[in-house]
């Protein structure tokens, strides 16, 4: 199969602009007569459903949620960009191209990501006159802070629930659209098929999760919005409930998985605190402008940590290792994400850990509430402050600038981080793998597509902090309304699909026989403990680190649970109820597939790049070798219950010149 | 710490439910639902049905999880939702009451598990600026003055979780339906519709069978988001106007 990315001629700047105003269009009274069927109301779903609905198509919306606002975007904290140059710091759509591409460590389509630069402008406009809360300056104007990997100022936020405010904005012009008749919304309903019809994907199947009923619904094309696959690993910063069904179910249907192994990894998040632990959370980059890292010198010291016996302020200052400052010099504890996550691993692995389960390092703001005690002091008056002054002024600032992330960290932890270091270490948090589109975002199979966190598209290796907040709604609000008439405006004669037609009829008794399958089983263990065995293989062999005969032992590991879960799962109730074991022993059983197809990739990507370290691949120092000879494509993988069938796209880069990224 | 769950038990809308006891040994680390995940481990393992309840991101801002804990909604932390509470908060020993959140307009799918999906038709009925997506002129075209803006943002911060109607003798929803109508009618973005968004909203809050609002302020107490019973009298005055305007 050969992939064809579609990306259009013509330099760089114009490709966008002027493809727009090429385009085939589909008339008003066209528009009326086309069904075009949307999954996902997050960012990505709820904007598309939307702007579709007021383009006036005929859109039919779908969420397992309970409501179209409880979609995982919500919880997004730290901001989303946008090269307005507001700060007029010397920002534009190039800089901001330049910088994804680069912080995607070459590894992402020229084309795609120049175009969300651009659209990036439009999407703060639209926000604000929805209503949403940005912060704003004394003057009334948006204000902007910085983010890691980036020398602007560029992003836009809404104190630390920047995700939510941009959530409710788009759930609220979907509401209007709903209210307007434009969009039919099927909440509490999940995807459980693709259907196709001649080669093109034309409805799906869905289990309404109240009845446990099987539903058919056609339309003339499938939009896919249904956000990452981080919960592969179980333990994720992800909403519990966030999942890789719909994309893995279409991938089953023809569709092709990209990059699956490129996982970004975050590196400050609260650590595990036990075995009953659900999910993680995350502790904003931002700390890292203060809080320095480090581990005990010794690993005796780490070991009386652990056990309880000392803490941080037992070691002295010369038995500490502050391992970024020591081994970054130029950027300290302000590297990368996946940079972070590494060092605090290695630290870990050599048994310095600072936890009970000693996967932990601390992050300690000592430093900087002395130094802004000082200062403070100093511009208050007081000379020969007491340390007892200092301390209580420092602590003072840190509370403005950090108050609500150390409120929340007590109330998880139960410790005060004023007092003793936060503990940290880097958990799962985003994936830029995803089923793999052209730049109509349209996958191979014709009349699919797929936007936002599902697909693989704008970041490469490595996701720059709040760029999937910009994708999402670049995708939903400025790119598909019209690519999608590249597709549909061929489709004008096509008549209503219908639901009764025996491609719907066969798709629906598969599902029906998957779900019977599962209840028959009657097992021993939970779905859960399956779940969390799968996390710790992928945590261990596909982690932050990967090596060759690791992921080897990892995938055959998953083959084993895949085949110990088809015997010995046990999920409670019936199929026609509300049964939450249900549907999540049928996420679990397609996390069972796409881990495997993981490790295929992380094994067959003979270089590190971004998010994807290979252990065979580095220098001397420890750090991430890529290879350009061989690697400069995107692997997109095929179904197949025997050996993964790889495509390749290759990446041409005519506008950067590739680089070695480098923070020493 | 060893706890006595007293949980609401019903396997559906229509049959009757009852309190049913558990024991369960908890770890103080452990959040509210962590515990309750243990619960269900262990009557899985025994092949009995585990407590159905609702949740998603566990850190306090998708607005799902909604359990009444000894009496109250979201439990007895100021300012917390269920996900974010933790065991520490209790003792061992301890009997532990859990219910769903209960209103005329909730009604109950399954144990704790409630249909709220009322919210969602208010917010349908004129809880958004009519704006399509293209229309926008730029971003700081119209500058707003901080304060107003904070307003408007502690307004916005709502996570549509229901706490407050579940908290009020009279299952008013009048505490989510005017953060919603304050959040846009302090933006110059929304108050041209400020008028015919209040009546619309206040209409269908009608429609969908929330009780009035007799000022007991117990909404105000329970919101794990905090939001202030100041926007309940804003909007009545906005109500008021509205009935006396001559525009739609
Ligand atoms: C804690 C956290 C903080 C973050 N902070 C930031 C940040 O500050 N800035 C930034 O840019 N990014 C941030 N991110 C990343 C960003 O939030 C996500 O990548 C983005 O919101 C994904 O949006 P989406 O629309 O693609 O998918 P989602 O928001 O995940 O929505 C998926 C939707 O699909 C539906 N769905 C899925 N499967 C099915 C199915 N089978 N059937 C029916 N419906 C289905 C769901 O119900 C849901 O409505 C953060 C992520 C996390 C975890
Ligand atoms: S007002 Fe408060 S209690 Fe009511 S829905 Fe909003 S957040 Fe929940
Ligand atoms: S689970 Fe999201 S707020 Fe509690």
């Given at each position: 199969m050969s992939l064809k990315n579609n990306v259009p001629e013509g330099p760089l700047a114009d490709?966008?602009?002027?493809?727009?105003?090429?385009?085939?269009?589909?008339?008003?009274?066209?528009?009326?007569?086309?069904?075009?069927?949307?999954?996902?109301?997050?960012?990505?779903?709820?904007?598309?459903?939307?702007?579709?609905?007021?383009?006036?198509?005929?859109?039919?919306?779908?969420?397992?949620?309970?409501?179209?606002?409880?979609?995982?975007?919500?919880?997004?904290?730290?901001?989303?960009?946008?090269?307005?140059?507001?700060?007029?710091?010397?920002?534009?759509?190039?800089?901001?191209?330049?910088?994804?591409?680069?912080?995607?460590?070459?590894?992402?389509?020229?084309?795609?990501?120049?175009?969300?630069?651009?659209?990036?402008?439009?999407?703060?406009?639209?926000?604000?006159?929805?209503?949403?809360?940005?912060?704003?300056?004394?003057?009334?104007?948006?204000?902007?802070?910085?983010?890691?990997?980036?020398?602007?100022?560029?992003?836009?936020?809404?104190?630390?629930?920047?995700?939510?405010?941009?959530?409710?904005?788009?759930?609220?012009?979907?509401?209007?659209?709903?209210?307007?008749?434009?969009?039919?919304?099927?909440?509490?309903?999940?995807?459980?098929?693709?259907?196709?019809?001649?080669?093109?994907?034309?409805?799906?199947?869905?289990?309404?999760?109240?009845?446990?009923?099987?539903?058919?619904?056609?339309?003339?094309?499938?939009?896919?919005?249904?956000?990452?696959?981080?919960?592969?690993?179980?333990?994720?910063?992800?909403?519990?409930?966030?999942?890789?069904?719909?994309?893995?179910?279409?991938?089953?249907?023809?569709?092709?998985m990209a990059n699956p192994c490129y996982t970004q990894i975050h590196p400050t998040c609260i650590p595990v605190s036990g075995e009953y632990q659900s999910k993680l959370t995350l502790m904003s980059e931002s700390l890292r402008n203060d809080g320095r890292v480090w581990v005990p010198n010794k690993v005796s010291d780490a070991e009386a940590i652990q056990r309880g016996e000392k803490n941080a302020l037992d070691i002295p200052e010369e038995d500490r290792d502050y391992y970024l400052e020591r081994r970054y010099p130029a950027f300290g504890n302000l590297v990368p994400r996946d940079v972070a996550s590494r060092a605090a691993k290695v630290a870990c692995d050599e048994g310095k850990g600072v936890s009970k389960t000693g996967l932990a390092v601390f992050l300690d703001f000592a430093s900087a509430i002395e130094r802004y005690g000082k200062a403070e002091a100093l511009m208050a008056g007081i000379s020969n402050p007491?340390?007892?002054?200092?301390?209580?002024?420092?602590?003072?600032?840190?509370?403005?600038?950090?108050?609500?992330?150390?409120?929340?960290?007590?109330?998880?932890?139960?410790?005060?981080?004023?007092?003793?270091?936060?503990?940290?270490?880097?958990?799962?948090?985003?994936?830029?793998?995803?089923?793999?589109?052209?730049?109509?975002?349209?996958?191979?199979?014709?009349?699919?597509?797929?936007?936002?966190?599902?697909?693989?598209?704008?970041?490469?290796?490595?996701?720059?902090?709040?760029?999937?907040?910009?994708?999402?709604?670049?995708?939903?609000?400025?790119?598909?309304?019209?690519?999608?008439?590249?597709?549909?405006?061929?489709?004008i004669r096509t008549p209503a699909i219908d639901p009764n037609g025996p491609e719907f009829i066969q798709a629906e008794k598969e599902v029906k026989e998957k779900i019977n399958q599962l209840m028959g089983i009657q097992g021993n263990q939970s779905v859960e403990s399956f779940h969390r065995k799968l996390g710790k293989i992928m945590w261990e062999y596909c982690g932050m680190a990967r090596n060759a005969e690791g992921l080897k032992k990892g995938r055959q590991m998953i083959r084993d649970l895949r085949k110990e879960f088809y015997s010995d799962v046990f999920i409670p109730g019936t199929n026609d109820e509300y049964n939450p074991e249900l549907e999540k022993a049928m996420r679990v059983a397609d996390f069972l597939e796409l881990g495997e197809v993981m490790m295929v990739d992380a094994l067959n990507r003979e270089e590190s790049c971004g998010g994807h370290f290979r252990e065979e691949h580095q220098s001397e120092e420890g750090e991430a070798k890529r290879n350009d000879a061989d690697y400069t494509y995107v692997a997109a993988w095929e179904w197949n219950e025997e050996n993964p069938i790889l495509h390749k796209e290759d990446l041409v880069f005519e506008n950067v010149e590739l680089k070695t990224r480098s923070y020493k | 710490m060893k706890l006595t769950l007293k949980i609401w038990r019903q396997k559906n809308q229509s049959s009757k439910g009852a309190f049913e006891s558990y024991q369960v040994e908890a770890d103080e680390h452990m959040s509210f639902l962590e515990m309750l995940d243990v619960l269900n481990e262990q009557l899985i393992s025994e092949k009995k049905s585990p407590v159905a309840f609702e949740h998603d991101c566990r850190e306090g801002i998708c607005g799902t999880c909604n359990l009444v804990i000894d009496g109250r909604p979201h439990g007895p932390s100021q300012g917390t939702t269920t996900c974010q509470l933790h065991m520490r908060s209790f003792k061992d020993g301890d009997t532990i009451h859990i219910e769903p959140f209960r209103a005329r307009s909730f009604p109950i799918i399954k144990d704790l598990v409630v249909d709220r999906t009322a919210f969602d038709r208010i917010i349908q009925?004129?809880?958004?600026?009519?704006?399509?997506?293209?229309?926008?002129?730029?971003?700081?075209?119209?500058?707003?003055?901080?304060?107003?803006?904070?307003?408007?943002?502690?307004?916005?911060?709502?996570?549509?979780c229901g706490a407050c109607v579940a908290a009020c003798p009279n299952g008013s929803a009048m505490l989510f339906t005017s953060a919603k109508v304050q959040h846009l009618g302090l933006l110059p973005q929304g108050k041209v519709e400020h008028k015919s968004r209040v009546q619309k909203m206040v209409a269908q809050m009608d429609k969908e069978g929330f009780g009035f609002c007799s000022n007991v302020g117990a909404c105000e107490a329970e919101c794990p988001k905090e939001i202030s019973i100041d926007n309940i009298a804003a909007m009545n005055r906005g109500f008021v106007g509205s009935m006396f305007s001559t525009e739609e």
């Amino acid at each position: 199969m050969s992939l064809k990315n579609n990306v259009p001629e013509g330099p760089l700047a114009d490709k966008w602009t002027k493809y727009k105003s090429t385009m085939n269009l589909v008339a008003p009274n066209n528009k009326r007569r086309i069904e075009i069927i949307v999954v996902g109301t997050g960012l990505a779903g709820a904007s598309a459903a939307a702007t579709l609905g007021e383009l006036g198509y005929q859109v039919k919306c779908f969420t397992f949620h309970d409501s179209p606002r409880r979609a995982h975007s919500i919880a997004a904290q730290g901001g989303i960009n946008a090269a307005k140059n507001y700060q007029n710091d010397g920002d534009s759509a190039y800089r901001l191209f330049y910088d994804t591409i680069k912080g995607g460590d070459y590894r992402s389509r020229e084309a795609n990501v120049h175009r969300l630069a651009e659209v990036s402008t439009e999407i703060i406009d639209q926000c604000v006159a929805q209503g949403v809360p940005f912060a704003r300056e004394y003057g009334g104007l948006l204000a902007n802070r910085s983010f890691g990997g980036v020398q602007v100022s560029r992003t836009f936020y809404a104190r630390g629930q920047t995700g939510q405010q941009l959530l409710i904005g788009a759930y609220q012009a979907l509401s209007r659209q709903i209210a307007r008749g434009s969009v039919t919304m099927y909440n509490r309903h999940e995807m459980l098929d693709l259907v196709k019809v001649d080669g093109k994907a034309r409805g799906i199947i869905c289990r309404n999760l109240l009845t446990g009923e099987i539903e058919r619904f056609a339309a003339h094309c499938v939009v896919l919005a249904t956000g990452g696959y981080g919960n592969v690993f179980y333990l994720s910063t992800n909403a519990m409930a966030s999942n890789v069904t719909a994309a893995w179910k279409s991938v089953k249907k023809g569709a092709l998985m990209a990059n699956p192994c490129y996982t970004q990894i975050h590196p400050t998040c609260i650590p595990v605190s036990g075995e009953y632990q659900s999910k993680l959370t995350l502790m904003s980059e931002s700390l890292r402008n203060d809080g320095r890292v480090w581990v005990p010198n010794k690993v005796s010291d780490a070991e009386a940590i652990q056990r309880g016996e000392k803490n941080a302020l037992d070691i002295p200052e010369e038995d500490r290792d502050y391992y970024l400052e020591r081994r970054y010099p130029a950027f300290g504890n302000l590297v990368p994400r996946d940079v972070a996550s590494r060092a605090a691993k290695v630290a870990c692995d050599e048994g310095k850990g600072v936890s009970k389960t000693g996967l932990a390092v601390f992050l300690d703001f000592a430093s900087a509430i002395e130094r802004y005690g000082k200062a403070e002091a100093l511009m208050a008056g007081i000379s020969n402050p007491s340390k007892e002054k200092i301390t209580e002024l420092g602590r003072a600032v840190i509370k403005k600038k950090y108050g609500n992330l150390f409120q929340m960290y007590e109330k998880i932890t139960g410790e005060n981080p004023y007092k003793l270091p936060m503990k940290i270490y880097p958990a799962v948090h985003y994936t830029m793998g995803g089923i793999w589109v052209d730049y109509n975002l349209q996958t191979n199979v014709p009349g699919l597509f797929a936007l936002g966190e599902s697909n693989f598209s704008d970041h490469g290796a490595n996701r720059l902090g709040a760029s999937a907040l910009m994708q999402g709604l670049a995708d939903g609000y400025f790119v598909i309304p019209y690519t999608i008439g590249q597709f549909l405006s061929k489709e004008i004669r096509t008549p209503a699909i219908d639901p009764n037609g025996p491609e719907f009829i066969q798709a629906e008794k598969e599902v029906k026989e998957k779900i019977n399958q599962l209840m028959g089983i009657q097992g021993n263990q939970s779905v859960e403990s399956f779940h969390r065995k799968l996390g710790k293989i992928m945590w261990e062999y596909c982690g932050m680190a990967r090596n060759a005969e690791g992921l080897k032992k990892g995938r055959q590991m998953i083959r084993d649970l895949r085949k110990e879960f088809y015997s010995d799962v046990f999920i409670p109730g019936t199929n026609d109820e509300y049964n939450p074991e249900l549907e999540k022993a049928m996420r679990v059983a397609d996390f069972l597939e796409l881990g495997e197809v993981m490790m295929v990739d992380a094994l067959n990507r003979e270089e590190s790049c971004g998010g994807h370290f290979r252990e065979e691949h580095q220098s001397e120092e420890g750090e991430a070798k890529r290879n350009d000879a061989d690697y400069t494509y995107v692997a997109a993988w095929e179904w197949n219950e025997e050996n993964p069938i790889l495509h390749k796209e290759d990446l041409v880069f005519e506008n950067v010149e590739l680089k070695t990224r480098s923070y020493k | 710490m060893k706890l006595t769950l007293k949980i609401w038990r019903q396997k559906n809308q229509s049959s009757k439910g009852a309190f049913e006891s558990y024991q369960v040994e908890a770890d103080e680390h452990m959040s509210f639902l962590e515990m309750l995940d243990v619960l269900n481990e262990q009557l899985i393992s025994e092949k009995k049905s585990p407590v159905a309840f609702e949740h998603d991101c566990r850190e306090g801002i998708c607005g799902t999880c909604n359990l009444v804990i000894d009496g109250r909604p979201h439990g007895p932390s100021q300012g917390t939702t269920t996900c974010q509470l933790h065991m520490r908060s209790f003792k061992d020993g301890d009997t532990i009451h859990i219910e769903p959140f209960r209103a005329r307009s909730f009604p109950i799918i399954k144990d704790l598990v409630v249909d709220r999906t009322a919210f969602d038709r208010i917010i349908q009925s004129g809880g958004y600026v009519s704006v399509n997506t293209g229309q926008a002129q730029d971003g700081n075209a119209i500058p707003i003055e901080g304060n107003t803006a904070a307003k408007a943002f502690d307004s916005a911060t709502c996570i549509g979780c229901g706490a407050c109607v579940a908290a009020c003798p009279n299952g008013s929803a009048m505490l989510f339906t005017s953060a919603k109508v304050q959040h846009l009618g302090l933006l110059p973005q929304g108050k041209v519709e400020h008028k015919s968004r209040v009546q619309k909203m206040v209409a269908q809050m009608d429609k969908e069978g929330f009780g009035f609002c007799s000022n007991v302020g117990a909404c105000e107490a329970e919101c794990p988001k905090e939001i202030s019973i100041d926007n309940i009298a804003a909007m009545n005055r906005g109500f008021v106007g509205s009935m006396f305007s001559t525009e739609e």
